[in-house]
Every structure is written in structure tokens, then in C-alpha cells.
């Protein structure tokens, strides 16, 4: 998306954080940002959920606040 103008942004558990890495890096952007949050995930109720969500928010608005190439 990013590439067509649209910023993004990649939330991932910190269990992926690896797996994340190494995929951003064969897409050919090794540095690309993403946001890690705690895992798990799918075992929280919706409360837990919003909590770690309302948590992240000011990175994933950094993320697609940030000026192209940040």
C-alpha cells in the first residue's frame, strides 16, 4: 500500500517480531517499521484486547504520520 501512497502499518505480536523482520526484509525493505505488541493475542476478551490496541495506538499513528522515508 505504502508503495501506491497509502500508508500502513504492521502490527505483529513481539513473538513474530522475527518472522516479521525477515519478511519485510525479502520484500526488499529491511527497515521498514512495524509496531510489536505483547503476545498473545487470541486469548484476550475484548477489554484485554482494546487495552493492548488503545496501548499501540501511538505508534501505529506515528507509523502512518511519519514523512515518506522516515
Known amino acids: ?13 513481539d513473538a513474530f517480531a522475527r518472522m ?5 526484509e525479502v520484500a526488499g525493505l529491511p527497515d521498514y517499521p512495524f509496531v510489536l505488541v505483547p503476545h498473545p493475542v487470541g486469548r484476550l476478551d475484548a477489554g484485554q484486547l482494546r487495552t493492548r490496541a488503545e496501548e499501540a495506538l501511538p505508534e501505529v499513528v506515528g507509523l502512518l504520520t511519519a514523512p515518506a522515508g522516515d
Open 1 to 13: 500500500m505504502e508503495r501506491r501512497g497509502t500508508p500502513a502499518a504492521v502490527i505483529c505480536t
Open 20 to 24: 516479521g523482520r525477515a519478511t519485510a
